[in-house]
């Protein structure tokens, strides 16, 4: 098993800057890829970034291209995600979460919240 715990959430202003962490521990041999979520109030969950781990190819949702950058340091078994630009409808409980396979993702953490004031 393994278990992720995010950090990093916040409130801040339209166009600033956040740096979401996600730590991840237990079986972290296993992990393909990793991820990020979010999903806001009535919304459902919907994906925002992953990364290949070992390899580091990257997927970006659409909406935040551009804006959002996802990385990871293998050394500390740590994923990231570097968002600038934000904007009131990035607002939302962010998720990081560990496939096993390109097929599934596997372990989710607690999720952390992102403001975005107008």
């Known amino acids: 098993q393994v278990h992720v715990v995010e950090s990093g959430g916040g409130l801040v202003q339209a166009g600033g800057s956040l740096r979401l962490s996600c730590a991840a521990s237990g079986r972290t041999f296993s992990i393909y890829r990793m991820g990020w979520f979010r999903q806001a109030p009535g919304k459902e969950r919907e994906f925002v970034a992953s990364i290949i781990w070992s390899g580091g190819i990257t997927y970006y949702a659409d909406s935040v291209k551009g804006r959002f950058t996802i990385s990871r340091d293998i050394a500390r078994n740590t994923l990231y995600l570097q968002m600038n630009s934000l904007k009131p409808e990035d607002t939302a409980v962010y998720y990081c979460?560990?496939?096993?396979?390109?097929?599934?993702?596997?372990?989710w953490g607690q999720g952390t919240q992102v403001t975005v004031s107008s």
């Open positions: 979460a560990v496939g096993r396979s390109i097929t599934n993702y596997d372990y």
